[in-house]
């Protein structure tokens, strides 16, 4: 556990334990061993938000950044530092997921006034909308094999958790409670979903930081649901795929109340 004087939000857990973070509009990471910080050059990205994501190999680096029209837009640049790439013409868009063989990512975007979920090729082009539901669609994440993209969505009324096939189809329920559930992340080994669990009191369309919430794992098949723990955060405390390579623990970010 490390302590942070300023808000720090959405640890990826990297393959050499370190965790990547964000924090004022910029990335880090952590080695989780020594508590060493080091900054990751962004280059002309300097307002990212906490939707980023690591490829499958661990070599590319996926962020979502204020750009030149003053909205988030999804980017790509070496795990290492560099120049990002913008790949997302449009803006507002929002990144939560890469393909595992690297080639297309998912966001949510807001086009013509409707949140859904998109996704597009790493090289950019023409992007393909996967969810067409009345309301927010958000955080897209492809299961370890890409046969199936994960999802919240609050056409079920409460924010619920959904999975569909990579196509768009077969768009299917997972979750069946009165809180709203953000955000899952299924683990390395495909085998289960953490998910962020917000009271039913928060307006479903939200995900606002200091509230008391609720962290919740299950099984791929959506049985077996159990809360890890409850805690004071939100916004950040689960927004990206935060499972340890060998699937056994989850980074996340508690707030001080």
Excluded at 31 to 42: F, H, K, N
Excluded at 113 to 122: H, L, S
Excluded at 160 to 165: A, G, H, L, P, W
Aim: proline residues 7%; contains cysteine.
């Amino acid at each position: 556990m490390a302590d942070f004087p300023e808000r720090i939000e959405a640890p990826n857990w990297l393959a050499d334990d370190r965790l990547l973070y964000n924090a004022e509009g910029r990335l880090f990471t952590i080695e989780i061993a020594t508590g060493r910080v080091a900054p990751v050059d962004t280059g002309s990205c300097v307002r990212c938000n906490n939707d980023h994501v690591v490829s499958r190999d661990g070599r590319t680096l996926g962020i979502s950044c204020a750009g030149a029209q003053g909205h988030s837009q999804v980017y790509v640049l070496p795990l290492s530092g560099g120049e990002p790439r913008l790949v997302t013409e449009k803006a507002p868009s929002y990144l939560h997921g890469i393909s595992p063989d690297g080639r297309r990512l998912a966001y949510c975007a807001s086009r013509d006034g409707e949140f859904d979920v998109y996704d597009i090729a790493v090289s950019g082009g023409e992007e393909r909308r996967l969810t067409t539901a009345p309301g927010l669609d958000d955080g897209p994440e492809y299961t370890p094999d890409g046969k199936y993209i994960w999802f919240n969505s609050v056409r079920a009324g409460k924010m619920q958790i959904f999975r569909m096939t990579a196509d768009g189809e077969q768009q299917t329920r997972m979750t069946f409670t009165q809180r709203n559930e953000w955000f899952p992340h299924i683990s390395p080994d495909g085998q289960r979903v953490a998910y962020l669990s917000y009271g039913p009191e928060v307006d479903p369309g939200a995900h606002p930081p200091g509230k008391d919430v609720e962290l919740h794992v299950m099984n791929i098949d959506g049985t077996g649901d159990r809360k890890l723990r409850s805690l004071f955060g939100g916004q950040g405390t689960l927004n990206v795929n935060s499972w340890a390579p060998d699937s056994a623990r989850i980074a996340y970010v508690r707030y001080e109340e």
